[in-house]
C-alpha cells in the first residue's frame, strides 16, 4: 500500500475518534481487513483499567496526530537496514525520537506503512510489527507490555521528544574471525566485576548486552517477557527498530546507541508486570548533540546448541557474534567515549536457550578482552553465587598473571579436547576451578 494511501485510511478509520473500546476495535479492524481479523481487544481491556476515558480523550488522538506525521518526518520514506555481508564495514541510521515516536504509534495503529524499498527487495523482518498480539492477550506478561507502551505515551505528551536513535550494523573485525586467529591472540585478558544481585541496567555507562534474538526485538510484539522483550517495552523507542532492521547474521550485531526508558517493571518472565518509571530513576544524560549516554548491543546467542557449542565452531561462532557486539566503530560520534566503556552481560544464550553458563562467560571475557573493554558480569543469582565467586577468582588470577587471549582460548580448548576424546565430563562440569589451577601453573 503506497504511503498516501495508508494515511488516508488511517484518518478514515479514526475519524471520528473512536471513544469506546467497540469503536476502538472496529478502526482496528478498517486497518488490517481483509488480511487479519481481531478476535476481541480483551488485552487493551485489562491493560487499560480504570483508565479508558484517559485513553480516548488524549493518548489516542495524540498516537493517531503522531501516526499521521509520517510524511513529514520521512519525507523520502523509512530506508531499510540490510544485514551486512561479512568483509562490510559498518552501517549506520540515525532517527529523531520523533522519528522512532511515529513510528511506535503506526505499529500501535496496526498501519506501519512498509519500507520505501521493501517491495523491491528480499529481505527478513519480524512477521509480527503491530499490536494486535497484545490487544487479544489475556496473558499478565502480555497485559504489562501493553501498559508500558500506553505509559510511554503518556509521557510522549507531558515531555519534549528530545534525542536521537542511533542503530549501527557491524560485522565482527576480519582480523578475528578464526579459530587461529584467537587461539594466537596476544591481547591481554580485562579485569571482570562480577555482580550477583544487580540487572545489566544498573550499570550506567557502560554497554550493556541485549540478550536478542536474530530477529530484533524477538517477541517484545508477540509473546516474550524475557530480558530482550522487557527492554524493549520499557524502553518503546527502540521498538521502531522492527520495522526496518533485518535480521542478524551470524557475523554481525546490531548497536542501540541513544535510547531511555520511559516505564518500569518488576518480575521477569511469566511474573512479568508494569510499574511506573519512579522519580528517582537513573535515566541516561544527555551530550551536546541530545544523544543519551545508553547503549545497547543486540548479540544473538545460538539456541539450543547442546554439544555444538563445545565445537570450535561453535565457540568461534559465538566469540565472532559477542565481538561485534563489543566493537564500537570509529566513524560513530562519541566513538572515544562509547570506546572507552566496560561491557555489562551477564548469562547471554543460557537459561532456555540452554548454553552452559562457564562456557559462555569465558567467550565473553575473551570477546571483551579482544575489544579491549573490561566486563561487569551480572550472573542474576540474588545473593552470593558460588558460580560468581569462582569467575571473579579466576579473572584475578589471569588478570595478575597477564594471561592473554590466545592462552585462555587454547586452555579451554585443552579441557575440551580431553572432555571428547575420554568421555569424562569432571573437568568440564568444574571448569572455572580447573582453569584456575591451569593458569596458577603457568
Known amino acids: 500500500m503506497a504511503l498516501q494511501a495508508r494515511i488516508d485510511q488511517i484518518q478514515t478509520a479514526f475519524t471520528p475518534l473512536p471513544s469506546t473500546l467497540d469503536a476502538f476495535a472496529a478502526a482496528i479492524q478498517q486497518i488490517i481487513s481483509p488480511q487479519r481479523r ?28 503522531r501516526a499521521c506525521t509520517w510524511p513529514q518526518l520521512f519525507p523520502d520514506g523509512l530506508k531499510l537496514m540490510p544485514s551486512l555481508p561479512r568483509a562490510a564495514t559498518a552501517t549506520t541510521a540515525t532517527l529523531s525520537f520523533e522519528q522512532a515516536a511515529c513510528v ?59 534525542g536521537n536513535l ?10 578475528m574471525t578464526t579459530a587461529e586467529a584467537w587461539s594466537s591472540s596476544q591481547l591481554p585478558l580485562q579485569p571482570i566485576e562480577v555482580d550477583d544481585s544487580g540487572m545489566i541496567e544498573d550499570h550506567p555507562n557502560t554497554i550493556q548486552v541485549d540478550f536478542a534474538n536474530a530477529m530484533i526485538g524477538g517477541g517484545v510484539l508477540c509473546g516474550g517477557n524475557v530480558q530482550e ?8 523507542l527502540l521498538t521502531c527498530t522492527l520495522a ?54 543486540a548479540i544473538d546467542a545460538v ?6 557449542q563445545y565445537g570450535i565452531e561453535g565457540r568461534l561462532r559465538e566469540c565472532c557474534k559477542a565481538l561485534a557486539g563489543f566493537t564500537t566503530p570509529d566513524h560513530l560520534p562519541h566513538a572515544e567515549m562509547w570506546q572507552q566503556w566496560s561491557v555489562t552481560t551477564g548469562n547471554w544464550g543460557c537459561g532456555v536457550f540452554g548454553g552452559y553458563r562457564p562456557l559462555k562467560s569465558l567467550l565473553q571475557w575473551m570477546a571483551a578482552s579482544a575489544s579491549n573493554r573490561k566486563m561487569i558480569y551480572c550472573t542474576f543469582d540474588q545473593g552470593s553465587s558460588p558460580f560468581g565467586q569462582e569467575l571473579a577468582q579466576l579473572a584475578s588470577v589471569a588478570v595478575a598473571k597477564r594471561v592473554t587471549v590466545g592462552t585462555l582460548w587454547q586452555l579451554v580448548d585443552d579441557v575440551i579436547s580431553r572432555t571428547l576424546a575420554t568421555k569424562d565430563t569432571s573437568e568440564l562440569k568444574a571448569l ?11
Not at 539456541?303 to 555444538?308: A, E
Not at 572455572?432 to 603457568?442: D, G, R
Request: hydrophobic letters at 40%; aromatic letters at 8%; glycine letters at 6%.
Open 38 to 65: 481481531l478476535g476481541h481487544i480483551d488485552g487493551l481491556k485489562l491493560a487499560l483499567g480504570d483508565h479508558e476515558n484517559l485513553f480516548f480523550s488524549e493518548t489516542l488522538p495524540a498516537i493517531v496526530t
Open 104 to 162: 511506535l504509534a503506526a505499529q500501535f495503529l496496526c498501519a506501519l506503512p512498509p519500507p520505501q524499498d521493501l517491495m523491491s527487495t528480499n529481505i527478513e523482518l519480524p512477521i509480527e510489527n503491530t499490536f494486535l498480539t497484545l490487544f487479544e492477550a489475556r496473558e499478565g506478561p502480555e497485559i504489562a507490555k501493553l501498559q508500558m507502551f500506553l505509559a510511554s505515551f503518556t509521557h510522549f505528551q507531558s515531555e519534549p521528544l528530545s
Open 166 to 175: 542511533v542503530i549501527v550494523r557491524q560485522v565482527t573485525p576480519a582480523a
Open 229 to 236: 522483550e522487557i527492554r524493549f517495552s520499557t524502553e518503546p
Open 244 to 297: 526496518f532492521v533485518e535480521v542478524a547474521q551470524d557475523h554481525e550485531a546490531i548497536h542501540l546507541i541513544g535510547s531511555r526508558p520511559y516505564a518500569g517493571y518488576t518480575g521477569y518472565g511469566g511474573n512479568l508486570r508494569f510499574s511506573p518509571l519512579s522519580d528517582d530513576a537513573n535515566l541516561p544524560q544527555q551530550l551536546e548533540d541530545s544523544t543519551h549516554t545508553s547503549y545497547l548491543c
Open 303 to 308: 539456541p539450543h546448541p547442546r554439544s555444538s
Open 432 to 442: 572455572l576451578a580447573v582453569l584456575v589451577t591451569k593458569i596458577n601453573a603457568l
